[in-house]
Each structure stands twice: as structure tokens, then as C-alpha cells.
């Protein structure tokens, strides 16, 4: 049980108080008591009674001298009767000049280590139990557009600046204001960290958040620019068991934006090679490729082109012999670029990779470099899809990114182009393109073939006959 601390001396307690001396109780009643006297009362030097402590000796009550300043909030605290280094200040400073503010409890116990309301009772005996609790919600940013999540790849921390109220199953987090800055993760470089409130505390962890969680944000090394890269990950109110179902089984969409612009498809000149973007990194492009035996994702910032070449001729991520390398595209080839759209933080360093060219991981090879064999090819890659491609290790945050664009690329006479250019709908998981460019608009047949090629008029083949002589007799008997 706490009781007040004393400024000086032990056990000496103020028993009650009185408004004035005349209202004390009677003294033999109240033997070695001390009470509080508010106001004096009387005429001086003739039967001034004034305010401040008074002492019972069984027969009167004597005056102890002037209220010592016992609660002015520099002097007044709690501490434990146990461990009197267990303390608590009572802070008053908030409260407007000139204003009294009351703290009314209830009428039971109330430990301020569990919710306020445990149950709710209604006038017709039903009862409410703590939802909160139960329902592990609503947690999560009020308004997760407006946070500003920034990055420290030195300090290996993040900021957080704008809106950043935030709840714990329906209680505010009171240490979330503008400017608040994590502690420093951890300088594992093969792990990615997770940075997230759990009701008590923040922390960064190196194993995947459960979705009843604050989450806040990620941190993964690139390993080629040695450097901590990371992700806004401030979710709003959403119930955690639709945000795991959605993430599961949606994960992230494009709303709209992210198209590619500026670009000439089948040209060599290298200028027409470099589509742009409503937000580019820095004016270049950002490669993302695997490497080695573990699929290590790594990324090549600061390129002139979207493809990792050798003068001309692009490479692929090839995986051979059990690792992941990089290999030249032989000639008469066709590859595809993948562009993801990745929810970057707001540092300079992390903003070079908001939008990654996921470089290749096959070719569709042509019998030869002749028109008709090269088409071929093209088309045959266009059937591959997106979900053939190897994420590696980035594959653990990859419901958090999307594709956005595919982007085919020829190698042939010694040069490369952009065949096609199709832009990507719909989640990760379930991913549609519309491709640019040109289109059939016309069928030539021949004579073997009838039709328009239409739907209302569609390709048939004639049917080849020849005709035999058939000699026979008819014998009757």
C-alpha cells in the first residue's frame, strides 16, 4: 500500500482535517492525532485560532505551526511502504491557471495495469465484456496516408512525421507523436526486420509480425550498395483477420499511374530504349537480379539503361548449376523486364528503390533472325507470366510490392529494342496485362484458306480431294 511521503521525519500522518479550530473533534477522543485546520477563525490577541496543524495530547489541541508545503507538486509524492524507492509524481502543470480540476474514482478496486472496463453491464442484465480485448481491435493509423515514414540507413532506425495518431485495441499509443524515433534494429545483413507496437513496446524482430500488430515498417540490406533500404508498412484500421486474408490472398494492387512513357518500340537508338516515369529514381533506372546457390536478391542502383548490358547485348538472370548468375541473351532471343512498384520509405537512400526493373530470368529463343522466326519467338514469350518469376529472398515481403509493367526486349544483329510494352493489373497474385503497340488488322489467305479471319468470319480450310477411277464387275446368278 502506498502512503504520502513525508518531507521530514516517519509515520507522522495527517489523520482529517477541519474547516477551523472550532470544528475539530473532541481532543480526548483523538490522542496523539494530527489534523489539518483550512482557516483560521478569531480576533488576534484575543482568541486567534489559526489555520495549520494540530496536535491532540488527550485534553486539548495543540498547534504544531504553519501547513508545511506537504502538497505542492515539488514536494508531494507516493512511494511504496515496501521499497520507498518505488515512487510516483503527481503532475499538475497542464491544468489552466486559476482552474481546479476533480479526479473521481469508482467505487471499487482498479488496477491501472489492466483495461479501465473489464465488462459492461446494460439495465437488462446483459453483459458486454471487453471487446477490445476479445476482438484484438481496432489497432492500427488513423490516417496511414499521412505518415511519413523516413529511414536511417546509418543509425538504422526510422522516424515517423504527419498524422501519426495511432491505437492499440481502441487505447491511443501515447508515445507515437510527430518526430518519434525507433530504436536501432539489429546489423544482421541476411535478415529483414520488422519493426511493430505490441500493446507494451516497439521492436524490431527478424521472424514475420502476426497481423494483430501495429506494423510500421521493414528494413532489408542491399548488399551491392551496402546498404539498409527501407518500407512503409502503416496500416490503418483494417480488422487484423481480414488484413491477413487480404494479404495472404490479395497482397498489394496498383490504383492507377506507374505507366511508361516516352519509349519507341523496335528501335536500336538508345534514347528510345529509356521509357520514364511520373517519379523516376534520380533519372535512372534500378536493376533487381538474384545471385548464387541462395537466391540472394541484390540490386544495381544509378543505370543508364533498364537491361544490364555488355555494350549491347543484355544479359538475363539465368539459374545454372544451382546458382544464379547473369548471362549474355545469345542472339535471336527474347526476354521480359518486370517493373515492381515498391512502397519505399521517405529517405533518399530508400527512394532509389521505389521502382525496381526485375531483370530477366529466361529467353525465348528464335530458330534464326529471320522476321517471321523472331515474331514467333515474341509471341511465345508473351504467353510466359509473372509468376514464374523467383523472388529469392525477397519473396518473404513480397505481398507488400506489385508489378506494374512488362517490358519485352529482342537481342538480334548485335543490338537489342523494345518489342513490346504491356502495362500490369490486378495483385500479385492475380496479375493481368494490357500490351502497347501495334495490332492485327488485317488477314491474307491463300488458296487454301477461306474466311476473313473474323469472328463473323473465321479462317477455314478447304478440304483437299482427288478423285480415283474404280474399276469393278457386277456378277448375278
Known amino acids: ?71 505542492d507538486s515539488a514536494n508531494f509524492e507516493i512511494y511504496d511502504t515496501s521499497d520507498n524507492t518505488k515512487t510516483m509524481d503527481v503532475d499538475v502543470s497542464n491544468i489552466t491557471t486559476g482552474t481546479n480540476r476533480t479526479l473521481t474514482m469508482t467505487d471499487y478496486d482498479q488496477s491501472l495495469l489492466t483495461p479501465l472496463v473489464d465488462t459492461l453491464t446494460f439495465s437488462d442484465g446483459q ?80 521472424t514475420t509480425w502476426t497481423f494483430d500488430k501495429v506494423q510500421i515498417a521493414y528494413a532489408f540490406y542491399d548488399p551491392t550498395a551496402a546498404t539498409w533500404v527501407y518500407l ?5 484500421m483494417m480488422g487484423y483477420e481480414s488484413h491477413q ?3 495472404d490472398n490479395i497482397g498489394t494492387y496498383k490504383q492507377s499511374g506507374a505507366d511508361l512513357a516516352s519509349y519507341v518500340l523496335d528501335s536500336t537508338t538508345a534514347a528510345n530504349r529509356r521509357p520514364t516515369l511520373p517519379v523516376l529514381n534520380d533519372g535512372s533506372y534500378t536493376h533487381a537480379e538474384l545471385v548464387g546457390a541462395g537466391a540472394v536478391a541484390t ?18 538472370n539465368e ?7 547473369e548471362t549474355l541473351m545469345p542472339a535471336n532471343s527474347v526476354m521480359s523486364i518486370w517493373l515492381y512498384a515498391i512502397p519505399v520509405a521517405a529517405d533518399a537512400t530508400s527512394q532509389k528503390y521505389r521502382f525496381l526493373f526485375g531483370q530477366g530470368q529466361w529467353i525465348t529463343q528464335a530458330k534464326n533472325s529471320s522476321g517471321n522466326q523472331i515474331a514467333r519467338a515474341q509471341a511465345a514469350e508473351e504467353l510466359r507470366t509473372i509468376g514464374e518469376m523467383n523472388l529469392g529472398t525477397l519473396e518473404e515481403i513480397s505481398p507488400e510490392f506489385v508489378a506494374v509493367s512488362r517490358i519485352t526486349i529482342t537481342y538480334t544483329g548485335g543490338n537489342w529494342y523494345i518489342n513490346d510494352v504491356s502495362a500490369l493489373t490486378g495483385s500479385k497474385f492475380s496479375q493481368g496485362q494490357s500490351p502497347s503497340g501495334n495490332y492485327l488488322s488485317s488477314v491474307t489467305t491463300d488458296t487454301t484458306l477461306t474466311g476473313a479471319g473474323t469472328v463473323s468470319d473465321p479462317l477455314s480450310a478447304e478440304p483437299y480431294v482427288t478423285s480415283t477411277a474404280i474399276t469393278y464387275a457386277l456378277i448375278f446368278g
Open 319 to 325: 539459374f545454372t548449376g544451382g546458382a544464379w548468375q
Open 245 to 247: 486474408e487480404t494479404h
Open 232 to 236: 512503409r508498412e502503416t496500416h490503418g
Open 299 to 316: 540490386f544495381d542502383i544509378s543505370n543508364a539503361d533498364i537491361v544490364e548490358l555488355s555494350t549491347n547485348n543484355p544479359y538475363y
Open 127 to 206: 453483459i458486454l465484456p471487453n471487446i477490445w480485448e476479445k476482438t484484438k481491435e481496432p489497432s492500427g493509423f488513423i490516417d496511414p496516408k499521412d505518415v511519413v515514414v523516413t529511414g536511417d540507413p546509418t543509425n538504422r532506425t526510422v522516424t515517423l512525421t504527419g498524422t501519426v495518431e495511432a491505437y492499440w485495441r481502441g487505447a491511443v499509443i501515447p508515445a507515437l507523436v510527430s518526430g518519434w524515433e525507433s530504436a536501432a534494429h539489429a546489423n544482421t545483413t541476411t535478415n529483414v526486420y520488422y519493426l511493430s507496437y505490441d500493446g507494451t513496446s516497439f521492436a524490431w524482430t527478424s
Open 1 to 71: 500500500m502506498a502512503r504520502l511521503q513525508q518531507v521530514s521525519g516517519t509515520n507522522n500522518f495527517v489523520t482529517g482535517q477541519a474547516a477551523n479550530y472550532s470544528s475539530l473533534p473532541t481532543a480526548s477522543e483523538h490522542n496523539s492525532e494530527v489534523w489539518l485546520v483550512i482557516n483560521g477563525e478569531g480576533i488576534y490577541l484575543v482568541n486567534r485560532k489559526s489555520a495549520g496543524l494540530y496536535i491532540s495530547d488527550g485534553s486539548t489541541w495543540r498547534r504544531l505551526g504553519n501547513i508545511p508545503a506537504y502538497f
